[in-house]
């Protein structure tokens, strides 16, 4: 499990133990091990590497919607990495966490005007246009602000893929994207602009990817559209691959390897004279974190006419802190920071969220445990800490960083002070 090992029995992030963690810092806390965001980083960047001239001038822009903790994002950049970002909020993270403008795309479907204005005031690398009728508010933002961005026009390539319908994007019946014919067609009326310079194409078909041929066929597409609009006597020089290659959260799943996804888009881009972009999210980070959380009590349920009994496990951590399970069927592996000896025990897991959603797991067969006992949330450095909330009035749920034995709160938990004090009593409630 990468970088968090068992040391004298007792789980560690690095060097740091996570007991030690969680006296310090309370329960649930994201943990985040710098040395595997760094390997997984250096991995695509050795495989674009091993690859030559294929792919061109390659920039690997981490998608911040997966992890937008501004020491990650400072974590990647001081190796080169960019950031593909989907709102004005992630760009200005991702800018302050060192990564230059000329690393930043700016994607998604529904930029405002004043988010198009932003990204052009700070110089973004490139504005990768979503739909026909952005284009437009983007030439007229562009020429309010005597700015010449290049775009990118994201096609929607009619093969969706990904781990659940959620996280599919390519589909037809998906909102992201442009179809081909269109598309085509868009690429050469942006052209005509005087105020916008389009440089190529992008497509980003889901996520949780586990096989190769979806995304295959996606780049396949790419390439025929980059020589069709050629041939009008167009120039293409970008193409952006998207993101969503999956990574295994259980032992054993069988994910594509990195290297052969990058492989397999260098074969497919081979003679095009393009320089690529790829958009990791989850590859760079789902594996490079942890929700640790402690067992508040075993509530046993005995069976009744209805039913079989039910042995829950109920932990400090629920929905609002990691929201995958609920959201995506989404499967995360529980393991206990110390375990104990003993036969292994069939437990829900659960969350003390009041809604029945609030279920990491049903029927979830591991070692025993005890109230008071920590376990640790498995692969929950991406989509975890970033769409977790302070529903239930839970403080929103801390991050922290570590890098071999040195750790740092990189978002700490807010007080109930903290919370109570964002919000304001009307005028009209406040007695006089
Ligand atoms: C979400 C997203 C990504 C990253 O997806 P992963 O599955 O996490 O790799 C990349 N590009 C775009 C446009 C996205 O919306």
């Not at 091990?33 to 030559?52: I, K, M």
């Not at 929700?291 to 009994?309: F, K, M, N, P, Y």
Request: hydrophobic share 45%.
């Amino acid at each position: 499990m990468n970088h968090f090992e068992p040391i004298d029995g007792i789980l560690h992030a690095e060097e740091v133990s996570l007991i030690d963690l969680a006296e310090t810092v309370g329960t649930p806390v994201y943990v985040y091990s710098t040395a595997t965001l760094e390997r997984h980083y250096r991995v695509l960047a050795e495989a674009v590497a091993a690859n030559g001239k294929a792919l061109g001038d390659v920039l690997i822009a981490f998608a911040v919607k997966a992890n937008s903790n501004v020491s990650v994002l400072a974590t990647l950049a001081r190796l080169g990495c960019g950031a593909d970002t989907v709102s004005e909020g992630e760009i200005r993270r991702a800018l302050k966490a060192g990564i230059p403008a000329s690393r930043i795309v700016f994607s998604g479907v529904g930029k405002t005007d004043g988010e198009l204005a932003y990204a052009l005031d700070v110089g973004v690398r490139q504005i990768n246009v979503e739909s026909p009728s952005e284009l437009d508010r983007l030439i007229v933002v562009a020429e309010r602000s005597a700015a010449c961005p290049d775009i990118a026009i994201r096609v929607n390539p009619k093969v969706g893929a990904g781990g659940h319908a959620k996280i599919t994007t390519g589909g037809e019946g998906d909102k992201f994207g442009i179809p081909v014919d269109e598309a085509l067609a868009l690429y050469a009326r942006a052209a005509s602009s005087h105020h916008v310079r389009p440089v190529g194409l992008a497509c980003h078909i889901g996520s949780q990817i586990t096989d190769l041929a979806p995304l295959e066929a996606a780049f396949v597409l790419l390439r025929q559209m980059t020589m069709t609009l050629r041939e009008q006597g167009l120039e293409v020089s970008r193409l952006d691959l998207g993101g969503g290659l999956g990574v295994p959260y259980q032992g054993g799943a069988m994910t594509a390897a990195p290297a052969d996804y990058v492989a397999m888009a260098a074969r497919v881009l081979d003679g095009l004279d393009v320089d690529a972009v790829f958009e990791p999210g989850r590859l760079l980070a789902a594996n490079a974190g942890i929700l640790l959380s402690r067992v508040i009590q075993i509530t046993e349920r005995a069976a009744d006419a209805d039913g079989s009994g039910r042995r829950f496990l109920v932990l400090d951590a629920a929905m609002n802190d990691l929201i995958r399970p609920a959201m995506y069927d989404a499967f995360h592996e529980v393991v206990p920071v110390t375990p104990r000896s003993g036969e292994a025990v069939s437990y829900d897991i659960v969350g003390p969220v009041c809604e029945t959603g609030d279920t990491f797991a049903r029927d979830r067969t591991m070692p025993p445990v005890q109230p008071g006992d920590l376990v640790a949330f498995t692969g929950a450095g991406a989509y975890g800490a970033v769409m977790s909330s302070e529903y239930n009035t839970r403080p929103l749920v801390p991050e922290v960083l570590v890098r071999n034995a040195d750790w740092a709160v990189v978002r700490p938990r807010p007080s109930y002070e903290d919370i109570l004090d964002r919000e304001a009593t009307a005028g009209w409630l406040v007695k006089a």
